[in-house]
C-alpha cells in the first residue's frame, strides 16, 4: 500500500510495511506493530494517523512513543551493520560498536531522516554531504585508532564522522575543521545530542591542517583533495597514520604511514566520491 504524507512540505512516497511502527500524531497511541490501516485504534481519528516506517516521522518530545523509536532506529542500525558486513566491511568489533553508538538519523537534515539507515551518502547543510556509512566504516577502520589517540579531521559536515571517531578514542581527543560556520553550528548540536565531549569543532581551511594542536596520531580527511597537502603531513606523529581521498573526479583512497624512513603509503584504492577540499591546498 502506497501513502502520500506532506512533511516539511515536501511530498514523500513511503511504503507502508507490515511490522511498521504506527502511532497516531493525536493522541500518541501506538497501533498494532503489524497494522497496515491509517486510523488509530484509540481516537479513531484516522487523519491524524502516521505511519512511522522507522524512520522519518518526528513527534513531540512528550511522546510516550519516544521508546518504539529507540527500538526501530536500533534495528535499522543492526540492519545497516549486516548490510555492511555482507559486503565484508566492518570486520573491527570497536568501529562496528561505534557504529552503533552513533545513530545516524541524529545527523542528517529531518527531510532525509527516513534514509538515514541507507547505505548512501545523503545531503546536508550548505549544500555538502554526509558520508556514505560503508565509507566511513572504510576509512575508519583502517587508521586503527587506540585508546588515547589524538585525532584530526578535516571536514567535519554534519559530525557523524568525528561522534564516531570519539567513542574510539575514549579518554583521548579529536579536533575537526570545517570551513562552512552553518555545518559547525549543526555538528555541533548534534554531539551535543549523543552527548559528546571529546570532540573540538573548529571553523577555518582544514587544507591546512591545525599546528597549535599537532603532532596527531591520526589524520582523516573527509574531502577530495589534489594531493594530501604538505602541512597536514607536517602534523603527523612519528608512526602515525593519514587517511584520505586523492583525486579530483573520482578518488582513490590512500592510507599514509609516517615512518623514521619518510611517508609510506599503506594502501590505495580506487573508486570513491567525495565533495572537494576547498582551502589553499584544496582545489580552487
Ligand atoms: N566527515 C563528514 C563528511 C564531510 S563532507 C561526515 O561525517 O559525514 C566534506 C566536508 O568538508 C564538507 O562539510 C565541507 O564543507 C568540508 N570542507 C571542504 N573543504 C574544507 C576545508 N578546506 N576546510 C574545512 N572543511 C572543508
Not at 513531540?60 to 521508546?67: A, H, N, V, W
Not at 579518554?171 to 549523543?194: P, Q, T
Not at 574531502?223 to 597514520?241: E, F, R
Request: with cysteine.
Amino acid at each position: 500500500m502506497i501513502q502520500k504524507s506532506k512533511q516539511d512540505n515536501i511530498d514523500m512516497d513511503y511504503q507502508v510495511q507490515r511490522d511498521a511502527i504506527c502511532v497516531c500524531k493525536s493522541c500518541q497511541h501506538d497501533f498494532a506493530r503489524d497494522c497496515i490501516k491509517m486510523s488509530c485504534t484509540c481516537c479513531k481519528k484516522d487523519e491524524h494517523a502516521m505511519i512511522l516506517d522507522g524512520l522519518y516521522t518526528v513527534l513531540s518530545p512528550r511522546s510516550k512513543s519516544e521508546s518504539y523509536y529507540e527500538e526501530a532506529y536500533g534495528k535499522k542500525t543492526e540492519d545497516l551493520i549486516k548490510t555492511m558486513q555482507v559486503k565484508g566491511i566492518l570486520t573491527d568489533s570497536k568501529v562496528e560498536e561505534a557504529i552503533r553508538k552513533t545513530p545516524r538519523h541524529l545527523f542528517v537534515p529531518s527531510t532525509f531522516i527516513k534514509n538515514a539507515y541507507e547505505n548512501g551518502s545523503l545531503p546536508t547543510l550548505n549544500g555538502q554531504t554526509i558520508s556514505q556509512p560503508s565509507v566511513v566504516a572504510k576509512m575508519t577502520e583502517w587508521l586503527d585508532i587506540k585508546k588515547g589517540n589524538k585525532v584530526l579531521e578535516i571536514g567535519c559536515g554534519s559530525g557523524w564522522q568525528s561522534a564516531i571517531l570519539s567513542f574510539l578514542v575514549e579518554d583521548g581527543k579529536v579536533f575537526s575543521i570545517e570551513k562552512s560556520s552553518i555545518l559547525v553550528e549543526f555538528a555541533k548540536k548534534n554531539h551535543v545530542k549523543v552527548g559528546i565531549k571529546n570532540v573540538e569543532i573548529i571553523q577555518g581551511d582544514g587544507s591546512l591542517g591545525l599546528p597549535e594542536k599537532s603532532p596527531f596520531d591520526r589524520i582523516i580527511i573527509t574531502a577530495a583533495c589534489p594531493k594530501v597537502p604538505k602541512p597536514i603531513v607536517d602534523q603527523l606523529s612519528m608512526d602515525g597514520l593519514i587517511v584520505a581521498p586523492v583525486g579530483k573526479f573520482i578518488q582513490s583512497m590512500v592510507l599514509l604511514k609516517k615512518t623514521k624512513d619518510g611517508i609510506k603509503q599503506l594502501k590505495r584504492e580506487f573508486g570513491y566520491l567525495f565533495v572537494p577540499l576547498k582551502g589553499r591546498y584544496g582545489f580552487k
